[in-house]
């Protein structure tokens, strides 16, 4: 197989049965939504549980999986921690209040519980 392919080798593709394509997709829109993680782990479970694929591509995966884990930690997961906290009614939220929610966001104090940030 040559480096570049016209399309994807078989290890990038996602086999489900037609019956599951539901389930898949609510997987999606939970993740998308900031939900849950479920479905990066089954794509996780699957990238670690792939011995008969080279290791070259076994890497691929890794770090594909690592890149989704990333955009799902400072995407739709914070986004829906944002919604939470302040009570944001709309799905998506712009820019600029995205920019005001995070600065507002509660921390972490050292005790573990949520310190709200004071502007004096």
């Known amino acids: ?3 570049v392919a016209e399309r994807c080798p078989d290890e990038f593709t996602i086999r489900a049965l037609r019956s599951d394509a539901g389930h898949v997709a609510d997987l999606l829109r ?3 939504d900031g939900r849950d993680d479920a479905l990066i782990q089954q ?3 699957v990238a670690t549980t ?3 694929t080279a290791l070259c591509l076994q890497c ?3 770090a594909d999986v690592s890149t989704l884990k990333l955009f799902h930690e400072f995407g739709p997961a914070r986004n829906r921690s944002l919604r939470d906290v302040f009570v944001y009614e709309n799905e998506v939220i712009a820019q600029d209040e995205l920019d ?5 966001m509660p921390r972490p104090s050292k005790s ?3 310190a709200l940030v004071e502007f004096v």
Request: hydrophobic letters at 55%.
């Open 43 to 45: 794509f996780e479970r």
């Open 30 to 32: 939970r993740m998308l």
């Open 50 to 52: 792939t011995s008969d």
């Open 112 to 114: 573990g519980s949520l």
């Open 100 to 104: 005001d929610l995070l600065v507002l």
């Open 1 to 3: 197989m040559a480096l």
């Open 60 to 62: 691929f995966l890794q």
